[in-house]
């Protein structure tokens, strides 16, 4: 069963009476602004945006929330930023903080759209929103006066559920300083249902630097924010939360989920929400080297693999399993091959767990009409284009041995321009070629019985009536056999003449692409 499914059924098992009122199920995701955001975040956005769509799908209600988290502490600089002049930051909430790029109110709009506009890209669109309006809204204060009234129960829950030890006079709560603006230097030192008092003190945490600042303020209306676990808890109730899942690290025992639900029932007596967890997505398992491109980041991913591409990526593999993309080696022509056989499956008429990936691995908009065309392989895609000598259009014509729709040639059109920013970007040596001009030096090398086989093939060669893919396979194999060669030391020779590499495409397809004349010059120039 697809898992988006499976997760789906949980949710109408455990809210049924929500959706029998015609109230929404509210799904949540919510991201911290603090730089840009990385590829892992995109594991995220599928879990909530699938199962909002598979609910949406089946006709229920479906309110799918997304959360930039702007008022988080900067608690640490990225590393493309200037460290000096982004250091006084540390311990400010983000939406305070300068943008290190012209044109957006603050830091955390940077980044928190750049977020939302790749999220959309990819038809995971959801209703954003930003932390600050819920705290200005007063819809956390009560979780904040909870939370003050009852702390103690707080540290119960955070030395049983995971086991570490706060100060009895904690308050999981930071003002922000009236004085400074500072965020995590502050520390509240008293409470009287109305009131807190603060202090603001570089002794509070090792990375922040306070004022010196004493103040008494109401903590309510985005005065102050709570500290994460804390915080999660109160955005469930203050959303009426039905699913919010999170990251795998999260879900460990004594994890932040575990604590989150603990203060959601015991502090704010509010029953959590239904969640599970998603798995890491890497990408491979090197360091880029920073002239190439960086998939790292999820705006990255969404120009390196078309939108419904992409979502297949994050679709195929359950969601509690790990996801690993190597953009360098073959991941990108494999994953266009896998859309490729699901294509196959459902337009031939099969109903099974990927039809069901392939339905949802397009966007919304497009469901009701995916149009059946001609899907040429990429890795060939990727060949021809670096073949300026060759017209795409008529090679996948011949491909397909009928003549191109418009939408075979949209297609065509779209894997031509994915594949060449895959070969600029990404792509290893081993997919990069050129058709040499002259003999290659790198030929030079033949051995006598290779030059033999390159004869006998040239032969049989100029008896073929048309340089027929299927035709020219068949004539390599009956000269491996005749000449005793293995099939490696044949290929090799091959690719060795045209290419200059020692291996290239499949022999048949990629000769049938070329001029007959060419073709045999070429071999008879080496024997
Ligand atoms: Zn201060």
């Given at each position: 069963m697809?898992?988006?499914d499976k997760i789906?059924?949980e949710v109408?098992r455990k809210y049924?009476?929500?959706?029998?009122?015609g109230?929404?199920?509210i799904v949540r995701?919510e991201?911290t602004?603090?730089?840009?955001?990385h590829v892992?975040s995109?594991?995220?956005?599928?879990?909530h945006?699938i199962?909002a769509d598979?609910l949406?799908?089946?006709?229920?209600?479906?309110?799918?929330l997304f959360e930039?988290?702007?008022?988080d502490?900067?608690d640490?600089?990225?590393?493309y930023?200037?460290?000096a002049?982004?250091?006084k930051y540390m311990?400010h909430p983000l939406y305070?903080?300068?943008s290190?790029?012209?044109?957006?109110?603050?830091?955390?709009?940077?980044?928190?759209?750049?977020?939302?506009?790749v999220?959309?890209?990819i038809g995971f669109?959801?209703?954003?929103?930003?932390?600050t309006?819920?705290?200005?809204?007063?819809?956390?204060n009560d979780?904040?006066r909870?939370v003050?009234d009852?702390?103690e129960i707080?540290h119960?829950?955070?030395?049983?559920?995971s086991g570490s030890?706060?100060?009895a006079?904690?308050?999981?709560?930071?003002?922000v300083?009236?004085?400074?603006g500072?965020?995590s230097?502050?520390?509240?030192t008293?409470?009287?249902g109305?009131m807190?008092?603060y202090?603001?003190?570089?002794d509070?945490?090792?990375w922040?630097?306070?004022?010196g600042?004493n103040?008494?303020?109401?903590?309510f209306?985005g005065?102050?924010?709570?500290?994460?676990?804390?915080?999660?808890?109160a955005?469930?109730?203050a959303?009426g939360?039905?699913f919010?899942?999170?990251?795998?690290d999260?879900?460990?025992k004594?994890g932040a989920r575990?604590?989150?639900e603990?203060?959601s029932r015991?502090?704010?007596?509010h029953q959590?929400?239904?969640?599970?967890f998603?798995?890491?997505?890497?990408?491979g398992?090197?360091?880029?080297s920073s002239?190439?491109?960086?998939?790292?980041?999820?705006?990255?991913?969404?120009?390196?693999?078309?939108p419904?591409?992409?979502?297949?990526?994050?679709?195929?593999t359950?969601?509690n399993?790990?996801?690993d993309f190597?953009p360098e080696?073959?991941?990108v022509?494999?994953?266009?091959?896998?859309y490729?056989?699901?294509?196959?499956?459902v337009w031939?008429?099969?109903?099974?767990?990927d039809s069901?990936?392939?339905?949802?691995?397009h966007?919304p908009?497009?469901r009701?009409?995916i149009?059946?065309r001609f899907l040429p392989?990429?890795s060939?895609?990727?060949f021809l284009v670096?073949?300026?000598?060759?017209?795409?259009?008529?090679?996948v014509e011949?491909?397909?041995?009928?003549?191109?729709?418009e939408?075979?040639?949209a297609?065509?059109d779209?894997?031509?321009e994915?594949a060449?920013?895959?070969?600029?970007?990404y792509?290893?040596?081993?997919?990069i070629?050129a058709?040499?001009e002259a003999?290659?030096e790198?030929a030079?090398?033949l051995?006598?019985?290779q030059?033999?086989?390159i004869?006998?093939?040239?032969?049989?060669l100029?008896?073929?009536?048309?340089?027929?893919?299927q035709?020219?396979?068949?004539l390599?194999?009956?000269?491996?056999?005749e000449?005793e060669?293995?099939?490696?030391?044949?290929?090799?020779?091959?690719?060795?003449?045209?290419l200059?590499?020692?291996?290239g495409?499949?022999?048949?397809w990629?000769?049938?692409?070329?001029d007959?004349?060419?073709?045999?010059?070429r071999?008879?120039?080496?024997?």
């Amino acid at each position: 069963m697809f898992w988006a499914d499976k997760i789906a059924d949980e949710v109408v098992r455990k809210y049924q009476h929500v959706i029998d009122t015609g109230e929404p199920i509210i799904v949540r995701d919510e991201k911290t602004a603090s730089g840009q955001v990385h590829v892992g975040s995109l594991r995220s956005a599928a879990l909530h945006a699938i199962v909002a769509d598979v609910l949406n799908d089946r006709g229920i209600k479906v309110k799918f929330l997304f959360e930039i988290n702007d008022f988080d502490p900067m608690d640490g600089i990225p590393g493309y930023l200037d460290e000096a002049e982004y250091k006084k930051y540390m311990g400010h909430p983000l939406y305070s903080i300068p943008s290190p790029v012209e044109g957006y109110e603050n830091f955390a709009e940077l980044y928190g759209q750049e977020y939302v506009e790749v999220v959309g890209r990819i038809g995971f669109g959801a209703e954003v929103y930003r932390a600050t309006e819920l705290y200005r809204s007063g819809r956390m204060n009560d979780a904040i006066r909870a939370v003050l009234d009852k702390k103690e129960i707080i540290h119960k829950i955070y030395k049983e559920v995971s086991g570490s030890e706060r100060a009895a006079d904690w308050y999981p709560l930071n003002v922000v300083c009236e004085n400074c603006g500072n965020l995590s230097a502050t520390r509240i030192t008293g409470w009287d249902g109305e009131m807190v008092d603060y202090t603001c003190s570089s002794d509070t945490i090792e990375w922040a630097e306070g004022c010196g600042h004493n103040g008494r303020i109401s903590p309510f209306d985005g005065n102050a924010s709570l500290p994460w676990k804390p915080e999660w808890a109160a955005k469930f109730m203050a959303n009426g939360v039905h699913f919010e899942g999170g990251g795998k690290d999260h879900y460990s025992k004594g994890g932040a989920r575990q604590v989150a639900e603990a203060i959601s029932r015991e502090v704010l007596e509010h029953q959590p929400p239904y969640g599970v967890f998603n798995e890491f997505f890497l990408v491979g398992g090197k360091k880029m080297s920073s002239s190439k491109g960086n998939a790292a980041t999820a705006k990255e991913m969404t120009e390196l693999l078309p939108p419904h591409i992409l979502r297949l990526l994050l679709l195929k593999t359950p969601i509690n399993r790990q996801l690993d993309f190597d953009p360098e080696g073959d991941a990108v022509p494999v994953l266009f091959d896998t859309y490729d056989r699901l294509a196959q499956k459902v337009w031939s008429g099969v109903e099974d767990d990927d039809s069901q990936v392939f339905r949802f691995a397009h966007l919304p908009e497009e469901r009701a009409n995916i149009p059946k065309r001609f899907l040429p392989r990429f890795s060939q895609i990727a060949f021809l284009v670096q073949m300026p000598h060759m017209d795409i259009y008529e090679e996948v014509e011949k491909m397909k041995e009928a003549p191109l729709t418009e939408e075979d040639r949209a297609e065509i059109d779209l894997r031509s321009e994915y594949a060449k920013r895959w070969l600029a970007q990404y792509a290893e040596d081993r997919f990069i070629f050129a058709l040499q001009e002259a003999v290659p030096e790198t030929a030079l090398v033949l051995t006598d019985d290779q030059k033999n086989a390159i004869k006998l093939f040239a032969d049989k060669l100029e008896s073929l009536e048309t340089m027929d893919g299927q035709a020219i396979h068949e004539l390599t194999h009956q000269v491996k056999e005749e000449s005793e060669l293995s099939p490696k030391e044949f290929f090799t020779a091959l690719y060795l003449l045209f290419l200059g590499k020692e291996s290239g495409p499949k022999v048949g397809w990629f000769m049938s692409t070329l001029d007959k004349d060419f073709v045999l010059e070429r071999l008879r120039g080496v024997v």
